[in-house]
């Protein structure tokens, strides 16, 4: 069974340029997390779906960030325009069961 | 506030030693609590742990949960350099809510 599936890998821009992340769930989960992990702290999260309802979007900065997830499946993280601070690995994550599966994340540099 | 804080931050061990590492959480409606360990990728899924007092093992590490006193330890014994790592707390409450401790960054040293 695939995991959790995200892409790009790596992205490196320039400031004020925009960027997409994109995320595939595990088949069956229906509740989906975007987290934001900078270098050396544990993740924190951006926004959580169940299904295609984003239930928590507390921490996401909607300035500049915003997400979809328009089928209830695969889901986009989106940063318009990016800044220096946004400089992090940006995991998604989809649960069932009260277990949490990543993906192996999108790495993001704002030069 | 729900908040998970795990101690130490880092630590450096010879290779053979034992750790234990350590997660306190305040975190209302309470799940269960999980230990991933996270390379130079995504955590990896260690433990998932809702009862007091019953001890979950695989290979090396191990890990048990006191609900009364709102912590979990995490035990690796004979440790290897494949251990370095960062290991992750994490508890979920009900509306698959998952908290997050900042982390302890372990190296062992060959």
């Known amino acids: 069974e695939a995991g959790v599936v995200q892409s790009p890998r790596y992205k490196i821009i320039e400031k004020k340029q925009p960027v997409a992340f994109w995320c595939n769930p595990i088949s069956g989960h229906n509740t989906l997390y975007w987290y934001l992990q900078n270098l050396g702290q544990g993740p924190e999260l951006l926004i959580r779906y169940e299904n295609e309802e984003a239930v928590d979007d507390s921490q996401l900065p909607k300035d500049r960030f915003s997400a979809e997830r328009l089928k209830g499946v695969d889901s986009t993280l989106k940063i318009q325009p990016a800044e220096l601070g946004d400089s992090a690995v940006y995991l998604c994550?989809?649960?069932?069961?009260?277990?949490?599966?990543f993906g192996e994340g999108s790495r993001l540099t704002v030069l | 506030e729900d908040k998970v804080v795990q101690s130490p931050l880092s630590l450096v061990v010879h290779e053979g030693d034992t750790v234990t590492l350590n997660c306190s959480y305040e975190v209302t409606n309470f799940r269960s609590l999980l230990w991933y360990k996270q390379e130079k990728k995504a955590p990896t899924f260690l433990f998932m742990l809702?009862?007091?007092?019953i001890e979950k093992k695989s290979g090396r590490l191990s890990s048990i949960l006191d609900k009364k006193e709102l912590f979990s330890i995490l035990n690796i014994t004979a440790t290897q350099t494949g251990d370095s790592a960062i290991y992750l707390c994490a508890v979920e409450a009900t509306g698959n809510q998952f908290y997050f401790g900042t982390g302890t960054s372990l190296t062992v040293i060959p």
């Open positions: 994550a989809s649960s069932l069961n009260g277990e949490l599966f």
């Open positions: 809702t009862s007091s007092g």
